[in-house]
């Protein structure tokens, strides 16, 4: 049985595909412009063409994210925090606590070994903490976003950063380049900032190994560096994390249409 | 009589104000940048010549605001908190609440009859609910800070803005606007949106009349209007509430030069 993951997120909307609850075959994502509905569907398509399926072919569809609503022809869609705990375990079995940094909110979420949500906390109010804070410092900076993190690397003196806010971070920042800081040293800064962010949300649920990362920060290597220097831990960060949340979605999905399946259950 | 002057060197602007006696003689209004040490002494020059008047015969030097301690002259500093109540008392003195928005904090002060803290609490850790946060939004919305106040009073159906954060603001802006939402009814949001935020802050305080409101963000007509509207109480506004701090300062200088301290 094939199900379909898809999260809905403020940034991108990603989507995964897996089959029997147990292997995943595909990923995709878009960004989220204008209509969600659309987006989520072109998402959708990729994936079925990518594994030469028809729409129809997709047993069970489960969506997740902030936009989980507003997707019309889903079947169930269960929160972020429940899909992003059940995606780290798929991916990374060992999981125990999951830090999910996304485009304009934070989750620390301690999970059992099934993948069960025990406690979590979020920042949903913040920017400062939140994946929008290093896209507003690319920008204002003028570095491509996806150097970012590279040149962060290269770092041999991070400047940290004392304001909590993104806004009067940026005043900082600006002030910082004025007196000729190198730019590695803002931009590694920056990521110990979110990472200060971070263990702040982390220690409200306890921390306990492993460590996952998920979320769009996954790929940011200096930003998995600085939670490691700052939790004083190894963390994991594969790179399917990113869809962490559509991987545990679609796992969702598939245990709810077994359950349906065996007359059990009632559909959401 | 020797002159006192004040200098407050806040976060985006250096106001300086020459007092001599109970009279205001001289002031100037000068950007911040990035040398504090330079804006702080051109401050006083140009306060100095707006008084004709010269250097020699400034008798005390006080410095407030956040850059204080880059005052590399003066004799004396003091909070900026201190400033607003002793300069809000010196125009008002049936002041017992001030409210101080600058460009990146926010103040609640409450006062005794002779001008003293009695009490204060601050937001500066965050740009909401500051004069920051208005020049962001109104930036996202194509305008210039010093002109939003009196467009958001020509709102009809005010829009709510539901975000605290200024980067989630600036945002929600946006999307306002790309559902055709009229600028004036969003602006009118963003000034019911900071009025909400200050009158937390001033709870935390206690709410007494009369209400002093100070700092940069009192030049604009539309806030002094919605804090007012959420107070449910007249707001005291100067003409010159932007130089409160300055003027406080000046006024603890020309306390000092009274006493018979020599400069």
């Known amino acids: ?268 | 009589m020797k002159a006192a002057a004040g200098i407050d060197i806040g976060s985006t602007t250096a106001k300086c104000v020459l007092l001599r006696g109970k009279d205001i003689i001289g002031r100037s209004l000068n950007p911040v940048g990035v040398n504090i040490v330079r804006d702080a002494e051109e401050a006083l020059r140009l306060a100095l010549q707006d008084a004709r008047l010269d250097r020699s015969e400034v008798g005390f030097v006080t410095g407030t605001g956040y850059g204080r301690f880059k005052i590399s002259f003066g004799q004396l500093t003091v909070t900026e908190i201190s400033c607003h109540a002793k300069g809000a008392h010196f125009l008002f003195p049936g002041t017992r609440l001030v409210i101080d928005i600058g460009g990146q904090d926010t103040k609640a002060i409450r006062v005794n009859e002779r001008g003293e803290v009695a009490d204060f609490a601050m937001n500066d850790k965050c740009a909401a609910g500051t004069g920051r946060f208005l020049d962001v939004c109104a930036g996202a919305l194509g305008y210039d800070v010093a002109e939003i106040g009196p467009i958001s009073m020509e709102a009809r159906h005010p829009v709510k803005v539901t975000s605290t954060c200024t980067v989630f603001a600036e945002s929600e802006v946006t999307s306002h606007v790309s559902r055709g939402k009229d600028p004036k009814d969003i602006l009118a949001g963003l000034h019911a949106s900071i009025a909400n935020r200050t009158l937390s802050l001033l709870q935390r305080v206690g709410i007494e009349p009369e209400v002093t409101f100070t700092g940069g963000v009192s030049r604009n007509e539309g806030m002094v209007r919605a804090l007012s509207a959420r107070l449910g109480l007249p707001v005291n506004v100067s003409p010159l509430s932007q130089y409160m701090g300055a003027i406080g300062a000046a006024l603890a200088g020309q306390e000092r030069l009274d006493g018979g301290v020599a400069s």
Not at chain 1, 27 to 32: I, V, Y
Not at chain 1, 138 to 148: A, D, G, R, W
């Open chain 1, 1 to 268: 049985m094939i199900t379909c993951g898809l999260d809905l997120g403020s940034g991108l909307i990603k989507g995964a595909l897996l089959e029997d609850g147990r292997k995943l075959l595909a990923t995709a994502s878009r960004p989220t412009k204008g209509n969600a509905t659309q987006s989520g569907q072109l998402v959708i398509d990729a994936l079925a063409e990518e594994q030469n399926l028809m729409t129809g072919d997709i047993a069970y569809l489960c969506t997740t994210g902030f936009g989980r609503y507003m997707f019309p022809t889903r079947q169930l869609q269960v929160s972020d925090i429940t899909s992003s705990a059940r995606g780290a375990v798929f991916l990374r079995p060992g999981t125990r606590h999951v830090l999910d940094v996304g485009a304009q909110s934070s989750r620390a979420i301690s999970v059992s070994e099934k993948g069960k949500v025990l406690k979590f906390k979020m920042n949903e109010k913040c920017a400062a903490g939140a994946g929008r804070f290093v896209e507003r410092c690319s920008k204002y900076l003028q570095v491509p976003l996806e150097e970012m993190s590279s040149k962060a690397l290269t770092a041999e003196k991070p400047k940290l950063i004392s304001s909590v806010c993104a806004v009067l971070a940026e005043t900082e920042i600006i002030n910082n380049v004025a007196e000729e800081v190198p730019l590695a040293d803002i931009l590694m800064g920056v990521y110990l900032s979110l990472a200060q962010r971070a263990y702040a949300l982390m220690r409200y649920v306890s921390i306990q190994p492993e460590i996952t990362l998920v979320g769009g920060l996954v790929h940011s290597a200096a930003m998995v560096k600085a939670v490691e220097q700052t939790t004083k831990l190894k963390v994991n960060a594969v790179p399917e994390a990113h869809f962490a949340a559509a991987i545990g979605a679609g796992l969702l999905g598939h245990q709810r249409a077994l359950k349906l399946a065996r007359g059990g259950g009632v559909a959401a």
